[in-house]
């Protein structure tokens, strides 16, 4: 990552899932939960800004987002 801030934000919602601060929703798209037929469920950060205000998304709609980002 080359962004400070977005390794900052990252790093803090890492930080909250692991003390049980927040919890990893399903996915907004097509509902896969974390840990169910090896599904990872990422958090998308719209603002790093607001690091716990996230998008939960399957591994394929993360990367869905960022290539619509990028184009």
């Known amino acids: 990552m080359e962004h400070p801030k977005a390794m900052w934000a990252h ?3 890492r ?3 692991k ?3 927040i919890e990893r929703g ?3 798209v097509c509902g896969a939960v974390h840990g169910v037929d ?3 469920i990422h958090g998308h950060h719209d603002d790093y800004d607001q690091p716990m205000r996230v998008r ?3 591994r394929l ?4 987002v960022h ?5």
């Open 26 to 28: 399903p996915c907004e």
């Open 61 to 64: 709609h993360h990367r869905q």
């Open 56 to 58: 939960w998304l399957c």
């Open 19 to 21: 003390k049980g601060l």
């Open 38 to 40: 090896g599904e990872v």
């Open 15 to 17: 930080s909250a899932i």
């Open 11 to 13: 790093q803090a919602l």
């Open 67 to 71: 290539r619509r980002e990028k184009a």
